[in-house]
């Protein structure tokens, strides 16, 4: 069937730093966009990042633009997110997601694209 575990997340202060990973098992893709989303209670899953097959391409919300680095490894089918600069209002659970069609044929920061989601891992940034 094929899975996404995530983990890297916990408790940061403002302005640290947090490595989420996803890795991806069960399932092969010749071309792919692998996402993160991260919601709080209340709230409609945002997309954060996205990245394209071979990391030809990425995206970016323009709330994490310059403070977040999406990358991914395909010999490992592991996606990565580099989030510097923590702030307060990125506390939320976040979310790996993953499509079996390049970023460029879908919308990629888009919940509703994508068909296989991670259990999602908790980020608490503290002021």
């Known amino acids: 069937q094929g899975q996404l575990v995530e983990s890297g997340g916990g408790s940061v202060q403002a302005g640290g730093s947090l490595r989420l990973s996803c890795v991806g098992s069960?399932?092969?893709?010749?071309?792919?966009?692998m996402a993160w989303f991260r919601q709080v209670p209340g709230k409609e899953r945002e997309g954060v990042a996205a990245?394209?097959?071979?990391?030809?391409?990425?995206y970016y919300s323009d709330s994490v633009k310059g403070r977040f680095t999406i990358s991914q490894d395909s010999a490992k089918n592991t996606a990565y997110l580099q989030m510097n600069s923590l702030k307060p209002e990125d506390t939320a659970v976040y979310y790996c997601?993953?499509?079996?069609?390049?970023?460029?044929?879908?919308?990629?920061?888009?919940?509703?694209?994508?068909?296989?989601w991670g259990q999602g891992t908790q980020v608490t940034v503290s002021s």
């Open positions: 990245i394209s097959t071979g990391g030809v391409s990425t």
């Open positions: 069960g399932y092969t893709y010749s071309r792919y966009c």
């Open positions: 997601a993953a499509r079996g069609r390049d970023c460029r044929d879908i919308q990629p920061l888009r919940a509703l694209a994508y068909s296989r």
